[in-house]
């Protein structure tokens, strides 16, 4: 069965840096869009960014993290990754990766067939 599993999540001081990787397997991933996204408590999840299945195609990010977090995939090794710098305590939540089978790159939830179980970023002031 299709299988994503999230690392790299941790504390950090505000202005650091973490390079979360989502491991995929039991799909050909090198066919898939995958996204981050995050949730905070009491607040819903939200897009984070996405690259396309040919990778540098196309990148999407979320206003909130633009020039400072950078996604990207190794179809070779079934991994995505994000890097996030200058971190904030606002960037504190739950990041999970996720799976979307099609070839355009949404933004949506609804959008994405799988999910990982998430990993616990949390920067503090």
């Known amino acids: 069965q299709v299988q994503l599993v999230e690392s790299g999540g941790g504390l950090v001081q505000a202005g650091g840096s973490l390079r979360l990787s989502c491991a995929a397997s039991?799909?050909?991933?090198?066919?898939?869009?995958m996204g981050w996204f995050r949730q905070a408590p009491g607040k819903e999840r939200e897009f984070v960014a996405a690259i396309s299945w040919t990778g540098g195609g196309s990148i999407y990010y979320a206003d909130s993290v633009k020039g400072r977090f950078t996604i990207s995939r190794d179809n070779a090794k079934n991994t995505v990754y994000l890097q996030m710098n200058s971190l904030k305590p606002e960037d504190t939540a739950v990041y999970y990766c996720?799976?979307?089978?099609?070839?355009?790159?949404?933004?949506?939830?609804?959008?994405?067939?799988?999910w990982g179980q998430g990993t616990q970023v949390t920067v503090s002031s």
């Open positions: 039991g799909l050909t991933f090198s066919s898939y869009t």
């Open positions: 996720a799976a979307d089978r099609t070839l355009i790159v949404h933004t949506t939830t609804t959008a994405y067939d799988y």
